[in-house]
């Protein structure tokens, strides 16, 4: 037979090292309010503007071209003041030449606000290869932002 088995011996711990003390915090000579920044304000972010696409510019627009790219001039919000209004009717106008320039024209009526009240206004849109470039006020002449 077999002498009888000792026990394994006790594990022992390794002894346990204090981490190192931090050395206090230096304190300035001179005590120091801490600046505080106004936060910026970012201004808001424009969403890009979709550019018309233009109508076949190498032929001239008929009735319905010119009406269609005068709608979706007038819903891309670009001329504030005619986004305001509400349209009435649509039509093409004849071509003119405006400060040497000839133009494609159509004719917006639409409600607008005046000092008399909500009234019918004209615009006049002035299309150059198939792409309103200005709305104008027919009477005047004054461009419509």
Same mark, same amino acid.
């Given at each position: ?6 026990p /394994?011996?006790? !594990?022992k711990?390794?002894?346990?090292? !204090?981490?190192?003390?931090?050395? /206090?915090p ?7 309010e ?9 201004p ?6 979709? =550019?018309? =696409?233009?109508?076949?510019s190498?032929?001239?627009l008929n ?17 504030? =003041?005619?986004? /305001?209004?509400?349209? *009435?009717?649509?039509?093409?106008? !004849?071509? =003119?030449?405006?400060g ?13 606000e005046? *000092? ?27 461009? *419509?932002?």
């Open positions: 037979m077999h002498p009888p088995a000792e /394994a011996p006790e !594990p711990a390794d002894p346990v090292t !204090p981490p190192p003390a931090e050395p /206090a230096a304190q300035p000579a001179t005590p120091v801490p600046k505080m920044e106004e936060p910026k304000q970012e808001a972010k424009e969403e890009p503007k979709k =550019e018309p =696409e233009p109508v076949d190498s032929l001239k009735d319905e071209q010119i009406v269609k790219a005068m709608k979706r001039s007038f819903e891309t919000g670009e001329f504030k =003041e005619l986004s /305001a209004g509400k349209p *009435i009717s649509w039509k093409a106008g !004849p071509a =003119e030449s405006i040497g320039e000839s133009y494609q024209t159509g004719i917006l009526e639409y409600s607008g005046t *000092i008399f009240g909500v009234r019918p206004i004209q615009a006049k849109a002035l299309l150059k290869d198939g792409v309103v470039v200005k709305w104008i006020s027919p009477k005047s002449g004054m461009e *419509i932002k």
